[in-house]
Every structure is written in structure tokens, then in C-alpha cells.
């Protein structure tokens, strides 16, 4: 009788099934602050898969669109010149799960309501510099990784971590 490995039942899901995938950006006030490392160590801490990294300056047209759902805020125009006022760090981060995890990582939008142990509640006092983005569904997962990264820039790529984070 034929028998399946589990870690061959890996590969082949890895082919067939789409990961969901969340984008995380470290605003430019985490870069500032020399926040960066601490930053993506939580997420490579907590056993999310990186597939893809890079600072960026990033141009106004680009949050404009990134960030089109907030355009009638009173707040859009501050935030659109926040996010361009320095590089950011654009990542994917690949899990099942890993959208709303990762929002429970950030912690609230509010950084002084964010509980402690999460980054906003660890690192952040105001929500005009809470340091750190993360998509709200995998819909605008797919959205804003298509926004940001080009063709090319995502790696693929298999953790050895596997194996010893899912069963
Ligand atoms: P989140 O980033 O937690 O998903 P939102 O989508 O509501 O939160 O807002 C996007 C970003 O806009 C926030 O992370 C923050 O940088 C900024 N923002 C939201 N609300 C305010 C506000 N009242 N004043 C200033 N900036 C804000």
C-alpha cells in the first residue's frame, strides 16, 4: 500500500494550494528608531515563512493608492506625508492564518490601547507613529504584496523550520 511522507504531502500542497500571505511594512518611524530588527524578529520568532524583504523609499502615488480605503479622512493627507517621509521596510509574510495573526502581533492602531507584548504596545505611543503596518485580509494581503512587489521579488522557498513548526 502507498503511503505519503508528510513532508511529501508538503511539497505537494505547496504547488497546488495558495499560502495565505500577509504585507508588513515597518512605517518610517520604526526605521528611524532603529526599530527594524526588533521588528522582524517577532515575526520570524513566531515561525511565519519571509518571502520577500526590501527597503523603499516609497513615492506619494504609491500610499496614495495603498492607502485609497482612508482618502476622505481628515487624517490622509499627515499619514500620506508619514509614510513618504523616509524608507520603509516591505515584507511578505506567508502562514496559514498569518493576516490576523500578525494584526494580533501589531496590536491595536492605537499604540497606548495596544496590549503590552504586542509591537504598537511595546513600541509606540501615538497612532500618527505606530511604527509598523499589517494587511486586514488576505484580500488586501494579495492587494497591497501586488502594490508593492514586483514580479521576481518574492522568494521561493522552503523553511528547513518546517517540519518542526507543523505537524
Ligand atoms: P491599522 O493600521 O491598524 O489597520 P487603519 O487602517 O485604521 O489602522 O489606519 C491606517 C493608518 O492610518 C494607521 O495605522 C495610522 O498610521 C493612520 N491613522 C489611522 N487613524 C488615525 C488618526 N486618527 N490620526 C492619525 N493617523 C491615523
Given at each position: ?10 511539497k ?49 502615488d504609491l ?25 520603509v ?7 496559514d ?66 517540519p518542526?513548526?507543523?505537524?
Amino acid at each position: 500500500e502507498f503511503q505519503l511522507s508528510s513532508s511529501l504531502l508538503r511539497k505537494i500542497f505547496f504547488f497546488v494550494q495558495e499560502v495565505e500571505q500577509t504585507y508588513i511594512m515597518i512605517k518610517p518611524d520604526g526605521v528611524q528608531r532603529g526599530l527594524v530588527g526588533e521588528i522582524i524578529s517577532r515575526f520570524e520568532k513566531k515561525g511565519f515563512l519571509l518571502k520577500g524583504l526590501k527597503l523603499f523609499q516609497c513615492p506619494k502615488d504609491l500610499a496614495q493608492e495603498h492607502y485609497k480605503d482612508l482618502k476622505e479622512r481628515p487624517f490622509f493627507p499627515n499619514l500620506i506625508d508619514y509614510i513618504t517621509s523616509g524608507p520603509v521596510v516591505c515584507m511578505a509574510w506567508e502562514g496559514d492564518g498569518v493576516v490576523a495573526s500578525a494584526r494580533k502581533l501589531i496590536g491595536a492602531t492605537n499604540p497606548l490601547q495596544a496590549e503590552p507584548g504586542t509591537i504598537r504596545g511595546d513600541l509606540a505611543v501615538q497612532t500618527g507613529r505606530n511604527v509598523v503596518h499589517g494587511s486586514d485580509s488576505p484580500d488586501n494581503g494579495k492587494r497591497e504584496i501586488g502594490l508593492w512587489f514586483k514580479e521576481g521579488e518574492l522568494a521561493q522557498w522552503e523553511s528547513v523550520q518546517t517540519p518542526w513548526l507543523i505537524e
